[in-house]
């Protein structure tokens, strides 16, 4: 079956831009979580949804924002962008949040540069 | 908030040298899972544990989960050059179901 799908794989945007990223879990998988990760912080968890309700939310500031539709499928937005942004965004799915299998499945991740 | 520490960050060690990594969580999990992650990869899972003092192995890896649930690690017995990349743990809050990342472990394995 096919595995996580994230779009674009690349970006490169400007500061106070604004940028949208998606990711398609894999079919049946209705939990979808974000993380950053940059070299120093490792993955730092951004958000995770649930049949369309944000479940959980990191430490990250409200210029990040997500959603998820009615078939899983998630966006995440960044709005005014800062240098700081520029990182690889990974979204990860898996079938359940708790009890059973919970094992995440990550897609190959966007890369998005601030300039 | 809850934290997932994981050391060490960097270990370099000569091929067939044993490896481990440790990871303490400041709140207990109900499961603990371990991602390997290779140099321009994406972290991909190895092993979920769920009970108390429970041990897993996957050939030359072994995987414990601590009394408490709070801590965990990976060994790796004879390290080989396909053993290369970023092993993570991951545990999953008990009280949020958040699953929160260590900062991994990079491991290099000189030939």
């Known amino acids: 079956k096919a595995g996580v799908t994230q779009t674009p794989r690349y970006l490169i945007k400007t500061r106070g831009q604004q940028v949208t990223l998606s990711c398609s879990p894999i079919?049946?998988?209705?939990?979808v979580s974000w993380y950053q990760q940059t070299p120093g912080q490792g993955l730092q968890f951004l958000f995770e949804y649930f049949s369309e309700t944000q479940r959980n939310k990191g430490n990250f500031p409200g210029r990040f924002s997500g959603r998820q539709f009615s078939n899983s499928r998630s966006e995440m937005n960044v709005s005014t962008l800062e240098l700081g942004d520029s990182a690889l965004y990974l979204c990860a799915s898996s079938k359940h949040r708790t009890g059973g299998s919970t094992e995440a499945f990550f897609g190959q991740g966007t890369r998005l540069t601030v300039v | 908030g809850q934290q997932v520490m994981q050391i060490p960050q960097y270990q370099h060690v000569q091929e067939g040298e044993d490896f481990t990594t440790y990871c303490n969580s400041s709140t207990t999990l109900s499961n603990i899972q371990w991602y390997k992650q290779r140099p321009g990869g994406h972290p991909v899972f190895l092993i979920q544990?769920?009970?108390?003092?429970e041990v897993k192995k996957q050939k030359r890896l072994t995987f414990q989960f601590g009394e408490a649930k709070k801590n965990s690690s990976l060994h790796i017995t004879a390290t080989q050059t396909t053993d290369v990349g970023t092993y993570f743990c991951a545990g999953r809050a008990s009280n949020t179901g958040k699953l929160i990342f260590g900062q991994g472990t990079t491991l290099q394995v000189k030939p």
């Open positions: 544990l769920v009970k108390s003092g």
């Open positions: 079919s049946g998988h209705r939990s």
